[in-house]
Nanobody, 122 residues
Framework: QLQLVESGGGLVQPGGSLRLSCAASGFTLDKYTIAWFRQAPGKEREGVSCISPAGGNTDYADSVKGRFTISRDNAENTVYLQMNSLKPEDTAIYYC???????????????WGQGTQVTVSS
C-alpha cells in the first residue's frame, strides 16, 4: 500500500521552529517531486514548498520564503520541511504529497498524507 506519513507537528510559540517529516512506505520517493501544502480552518489548501526528485529545484510560497527550507534524503525515503521564525498565521494542517513531473505549488499531486497539525500560539 502506497502511503505518506507526516510527523513533527505540534504547538510552538511565535518565533519558534519545527521540522516536519514526510516518510513514504510501499514505494520510494526518489522518482517523485514532493510538495508540502497546508490548510487552515476556513481556508483553501495552499502550496507551501516543493522539491524536485534529485533535490536540485525547489520553490516556496512568498509567505514562507526565507523562513522555511525543504530538503530530502532519498536514502531515508523522507522529505523534510524546516520551519523557522514561525508566525500565528502559519497555523494549519500540513500535508505532503507526491507527483511525477515539475515542482508546482498547486494541488496537482496524486498521493497525499493524512497531515500533521502545526499550531503557533503564545
Amino acid at each position: 500500500q502506497l502511503q505518506l506519513v507526516e510527523s513533527g507537528g505540534g504547538l510552538v510559540q511565535p518565533g519558534g521552529s519545527l521540522r516536519l517529516s514526510c516518510a513514504a512506505s510501499g514505494f520510494t520517493l526518489d522518482k517523485y517531486t514532493i510538495a508540502w501544502f497546508r490548510q487552515a480552518p476556513g481556508k483553501e489548501r495552499e502550496g507551501v514548498s516543493c522539491i524536485s526528485p534529485a533535490g536540485g529545484n525547489t520553490d516556496y510560497a512568498d509567505s514562507v520564503k526565507g523562513r522555511f527550507t525543504i530538503s530530502r534524503d532519498n536514502a531515508e525515503n523522507t522529505v523534510y520541511l524546516q520551519m523557522n521564525s514561525l508566525k500565528p498565521e502559519d497555523t494549519a494542517i500540513y500535508y505532503c504529497a507526491t507527483r511525477e513531473g515539475l515542482c508546482v505549488l498547486w494541488p496537482a499531486y496524486s498521493t497525499w498524507g493524512q497531515g500533521t497539525q502545526v499550531t503557533v500560539s503564545s
